[in-house]
């Protein structure tokens, strides 16, 4: 670069310069474009502050070209397959969810399974999530906390990092948490395309996360079109139910009550109950019957559908006992057994599950998974339209659970627990519930 000039007599934006100064400002012009060039964060002079430089090169660290917000595309976590009934899959599949985020990782699509036969592994009918749930809409709805990937995904295959999960009373909730900081820090690590964390079904993982965070990952669950169609059907039949003497009780509001009286939950309850020294667990067909009917504010004529096990379906006792104005029905009556029929037990659970969970009041029992799962959705929906409780009369999408006693020996009203530090409520049963969201 030249920069001489002839300055003997020169005139710069109409200012006559002297030899002298012509040179000062061609010093001054080099040392600008030095500074420009070699000196770009320097602060005072213009250009960009330390601070901002030091802000800039957080960011850049933390977004990766192949990530999304934060989460990795270019890196995957495995989980076994999952098992157990429906709603402890969702939780397995939210806990993988937030494993893989706290590892920075894209969880690879997970293989559910289709039957409840979770002791013989080889009987688990293997269901791949997509089947079952929308894989773009999940990673539309949780994009930047959470991210699927698929197997086509993956470069190489071959070469995986293995994490095996700890088991036994020794194995502590620190013990695993230090393990997992362990898999994000450690350098051999990141050298891995895929992580792999071999061991039991993600349901029984330790827990490490608060209850917001599990909502959150459950809130993209959506199913695909075409469980979500026989849904409608379902609850159209049940909208379109008739009363006893033929009259239609169409544009009635309708109730949802999950009906836990099968003999191997009373065996379960009873034994439950006798080990937490908790007695507000089992409840017989009587007392679920009477505590619906004494729900303060419920309109009659209203429609009761009864979520029962398909054991209950030929049993009429169940039908009958119901308060004046309350008519019951259940999938033999409403003629819809045949759309469960033709799906194994997760995608039956599943439509039952749409079924309540759209009802304009739901029952359920405090110690059950399903029924936590669906108070847990009701509640999201009524903190997104401003309600934070239920307390009140008159409230949208109120929930109750009848095996705890409540206001005028009706069910107790019910919703999430929004503040937990974690799913252990949720998971296995409370009986502290209240209508608050805190």
Wanted: net charge positive; hydrophobic share 40%; proline share 3%.
């Amino acid at each position: 670069m030249d920069f001489s000039l002839n300055c003997k007599s020169s005139r710069l934006f109409g200012f006559h310069l002297t030899s002298l100064a012509c040179k000062c400002l061609v010093l001054v012009a080099i040392f600008l474009v030095f500074r420009t060039v070699c000196m770009p964060s320097i602060s005072g002079y213009g250009g960009v502050s330390v601070e901002e430089t030091k802000i800039d090169l957080i960011q850049s660290q933390s977004l990766d070209l192949d990530s999304d917000y934060g989460i990795r595309r270019d890196k995957f976590l495995q989980v076994p397959q999952i098992a157990w009934g429906l709603n402890n899959q969702k939780i397995a599949f939210a806990r993988a969810c937030l494993t893989a985020r706290l590892l920075n990782r894209t969880l690879l699509m997970p293989s559910l399974s289709a039957s409840l036969f979770y002791k013989e592994i080889d009987l688990l009918q293997p269901i791949s999530f997509d089947k079952v749930f929308q894989f773009e809409k999940f990673n539309s709805l949780c994009k930047g906390f959470v991210q699927l990937g698929r197997y086509l995904d993956v470069s190489n295959r071959s070469r995986v990092f293995e994490v095996h999960k700890g088991s036994g009373r020794r194995w502590t909730i620190e013990r695993d948490l230090d393990q997992l900081r362990e898999a994000r820090e450690k350098p051999l690590t990141d050298e891995f395309e895929v992580v792999r964390i071999v061991g039991k079904n993600p349901f029984l993982w330790h827990d490490h996360w608060p209850v917001k965070d599990y909502a959150r990952v459950l809130e993209c669950l959506v199913l695909v079109d075409e469980f979500t169609k026989e849904a409608d059907k379902v609850v159209s039949r049940i909208r379109e139910g008739m009363d006893s003497d033929g009259s239609s009780l169409k544009q009635v509001p309708y109730v949802a009550v999950h009906m836990r009286i099968e003999i191997d939950w009373m065996i379960h309850c009873k034994k439950l109950e006798q080990r937490s020294k908790i007695s507000e667990i089992c409840s017989s067909k009587e007392e679920i019957m009477e505590r619906v009917g004494n729900i303060e504010g419920l309109k009659t004529p209203s429609i009761v559908y009864l979520a029962v096990a398909d054991k209950l379906l030929g049993n009429s006792s169940i039908l009958s006992g119901w308060k004046e104005g309350l008519v019951p029905f259940e999938k033999k009556k409403l003629g819809v057994d045949g759309i469960y029929k033709k799906y194994p037990y997760l995608i039956q659970s599943a439509i039952d599950y749409e079924v309540c969970l759209r009802a304009d009041v739901f029952v359920g029992n405090s110690f059950s998974t399903f029924s936590s799962l669906i108070v847990l959705e009701r509640t999201q929906k009524m903190i997104r339209t401003g309600m934070a409780n239920s307390c009140g009369r008159n409230v949208m999408w109120p929930s109750y659970a009848y095996n705890i006693l409540g206001e005028s020996n009706g069910p107790k009203r019910w919703m999430t627990n929004m503040s937990d530090s974690s799913l252990q409520a949720i998971s296995y049963g409370s009986n502290a519930i209240s209508c608050s969201t805190s």
